[in-house]
Nanobody
């Protein structure tokens, strides 16, 4: 069993920044992929960003490229999503996901590729 806990959501004005953190605890895997997804009510969950266990490979959804940055802190099993230049369309519930992997350079884009999920944290961007 792996527990996934997100923190850092909140409200911000357009153009502002927020920082989300996610920590995985419990059963420990030697290699794992971590990712952030977001979901608006009535819509499918979509990729925000993914990072490999080594931290050297990253992947981003097209709508956040150049504005969001994902990074990994392995000793603490933590992944951070730095969100800059936020827009109203970034408003959503953000979920952290973890998937064990034997490939230290692997990133994953699909919701179905991840086994462990957090409960989500709300991000609201409005005036």
């Amino acid at each position: 069993q792996v527990d996934v806990t997100e923190s850092g959501g909140g409200s911000v004005r357009p153009g502002g920044s927020l920082r989300l953190s996610c920590t995985a605890s419990g059963r420990f895997f030697s290699n794992y992929v971590m990712g952030w997804f977001r979901q608006i009510p009535g819509m499918e969950r979509e990729l925000v960003a993914s990072v490999s266990w080594s931290g050297t490979s990253t992947d981003y959804g097209d709508t956040v490229k150049g504005r969001f940055t994902i990074s990994k802190d392995n000793p603490d099993n933590t992944v951070v999503l730095q969100m800059d230049n936020l827009k109203p369309e970034d408003t959503a519930v953000y979920f952290c996901a973890v998937e064990p992997s034997g490939n230290s350079a692997l990133t994953l884009r699909m919701v179905s590729s991840y086994t462990y999920w957090g409960q989500g944290t709300q991000v609201t961007v409005s005036t």
